[in-house]
């Protein structure tokens, strides 16, 4: 995917007075960088390019829960407005699987995928993947090869986020929102330790809030 077809944010963030907070998170975060107006903007244009690419195909939308369900839902209602609108239209089949690699605000080194028994469906489908945020790109590329099996017609993968650093596989979705600095960032259903999924924006967590909802 061309570099420009995706938003990059930089160091740059914005200052938590600018914005309405949920005030049990008020000292729990540390910055806005992604407010939830330019969220749903970029998400809107996802879905047109989405729409266009399948062309009156029929797709099955894998949503990777928990942290995808929020951009999975409003990438889905844009796509279902671009189909009673634009004169051609997709038909959607959506379903769920939870992946879970992280403890805390590190990765556990290991990939866990929980649901998904039964993916024969997926025989001769075209699939779009949408996940949250793609960190390093194993754990997607362990569940790409996972479905493999299952042949699918194609599979293509929509994330909101990418990580910006070197520690990674390299992987890039077919599909980005924004490229984003390295830091652990909560909100819009993004969580640390199954908190912070209340909160409109994505923000940066602050130390307080990682000892505040730390797990042992």
């Not at 570099?3 to 200052?15: G, P, Q």
């Not at 992280?102 to 779009?128: A, F, M, R």
């Not at 090869?145 to 042949?151: D, H, N, S, V």
């Amino acid at each position: 995917m061309a570099e420009e077809n995706y938003i990059k944010i930089t160091e740059s963030m914005y200052s938590l007075q600018h914005f309405t907070i949920p005030k049990h998170y008020e000292e729990a975060v540390e910055s806005v960088i992604l407010p939830h107006g330019l969220i749903m903007n970029r998400i809107e244009r996802m879905a047109r390019d989405i729409h266009e690419c399948f062309n009156d195909e029929s797709l099955k939308i894998l949503c990777i829960l928990k942290g995808g369900y929020q951009f999975c839902n409003d990438l889905t209602h844009y796509i279902k407005a671009l189909n009673r609108g634009s004169g051609k239209s997709i038909q959607l089949g959506i379903d769920f699987l939870r992946v879970k690699s992280y403890k805390n605000d590190q990765s556990s080194g290991e990939v866990n995928i929980i649901g998904g028994d039964d993916l024969t469906h997926l025989k001769d489908k075209n699939v779009l993947i949408v996940e949250d945020i793609v960190d390093t790109g194993r754990t997607m590329e362990r569940l790409l090869k996972t479905l493999e099996k299952y042949q699918p017609k194609s599979v293509k993968v929509a994330a909101l986020l990418i990580k910006d650093h070197n520690r990674g596989t390299g992987y890039k979705p077919d599909y980005i929102g924004f490229q984003v600095p390295d830091k652990f960032i909560v909100g819009y259903a993004l969580d640390y330790n199954e908190f912070y999924r209340d909160l409109n924006h994505i923000c940066v967590i602050s130390e307080s809030g990682k000892k505040k909802y730390s797990i042992s």
